[in-house]
C-alpha cells in the first residue's frame, strides 16, 4: 500500500512563493511522480512530474520556468518549489505516484493553494 500526503499549502500574494512537499510511504521504489492542481469549476490539470531518480522531469507551459519539481536523497519526498505565483495557479494541489509515468494509480489528499492578487 502506498500512502501520500502533501503539505506546503498556504495563502500568498501573486509574486510569491511556496513549496510543497509530497511525503510518500509504503511501496514506492521506481515510481515516477507528478503533481496535478484543481480549480473551483475546472477539471483537474498536469503542473510537473519527475522520474524515480530525480531525472526526466515534466512541466506544462503554464508553469514552466517558474515551478521547480525535485526529489530528496532518500527519494520518499518530491518537492514543488513554486515561484512568481499568479493568481490563476489557486487550486488544490494533489501529488500522484505510480510505476508508469504518467498513469498514477495512487494519490494524495491535497493542499490548498490560494494566491491572491
Known amino acids: 500500500q502506498v500512502q501520500l500526503v502533501e503539505s506546503g499549502g498556504g495563502l500568498v500574494q501573486a509574486g510569491g512563493s511556496l513549496r510543497l512537499s509530497c511525503a510518500a510511504s509504503?511501496?514506492?521504489?521506481?515510481?515516477?511522480t507528478g503533481w496535478f492542481r484543481q480549480a473551483p469549476g475546472k477539471e483537474r490539470e498536469f503542473v510537473a512530474a519527475?522520474?524515480?531518480?530525480?531525472?526526466?522531469?515534466r512541466y506544462a507551459d503554464s508553469v514552466k520556468g517558474r515551478f521547480i519539481i525535485s526529489r530528496d536523497g532518500a527519494k520518499n519526498t518530491v518537492l514543488l518549489q513554486m515561484n512568481s505565483l499568479k493568481p490563476e495557479d489557486t487550486a488544490v494541489y494533489y501529488c500522484a505516484s505510480g510505476r508508469i509515468p504518467d498513469m498514477y494509480h495512487y494519490w494524495g489528499q491535497g493542499t490548498q493553494v490560494t494566491v491572491s492578487s
Open positions: 509504503g511501496r514506492t521504489f521506481g515510481h515516477d
Open positions: 519527475i522520474g524515480w531518480s530525480g531525472d526526466n522531469t
